[in-house]
């Protein structure tokens, strides 16, 4: 599976975009989806996840009410709709896969390491 993510840009605090992450190659049926962000000289930190059938999302705190992450899994495609931007959200948002039977076993976290399948960033730059 290879990932590419796409709908960044230049945003204004409080506006809102789409990110899209869409996977060619076999269905992301089965895999558990989740976006990291990564700002200049810190570390990637999660932002959301979703499970193969949309059943169960998590959020990292600070973007909780702002966020929402989705998938359609018809169109080998994951979303993340960022609401009411602020500066603090400016970063490389990147989209990452791991098979949901794997992610399970291995305790279900959040950590980057968690994710084997990794997308090329898309860059979200907001001003105040």
């Known amino acids: 599976v290879q990932l590419q993510a796409s709908g960044g840009g230049l945003a204004q605090a409080g506006d809102s975009l789409t990110l899209s992450c869409i996977a060619s190659?076999?269905?992301?049926?089965?895999?558990?989806a989740a976006w990291f962000r990564q700002a200049p000289g810190k570390e990637r930190e999660f932002v959301a996840l979703?499970?193969?059938?949309?059943?169960?999302?998590r959020y990292e705190e600070s973007v909780k009410g702002r966020f929402t992450v989705s998938r359609d899994n018809a169109k080998n495609a994951v979303y993340l709709q960022l609401n009411s931007l602020k500066p603090e959200d400016t970063a490389v948002y990147y989209c990452?896969?791991?098979?949901?039977?794997?992610?399970?076993?291995?305790?279900?976290?959040?950590?980057?390491?968690?994710?084997?399948?990794w997308g090329r960033g898309t860059q979200v730059t907001v001003s105040s």
């Open positions: 190659g076999p269905t992301i049926s089965g895999y558990c």
């Open positions: 979703i499970k193969w059938t949309g059943s169960e999302t």
């Open positions: 990452a896969l791991e098979r949901e039977s794997r992610w399970t076993a291995a305790g279900g976290g959040t950590e980057s390491t968690d994710f084997g399948t």
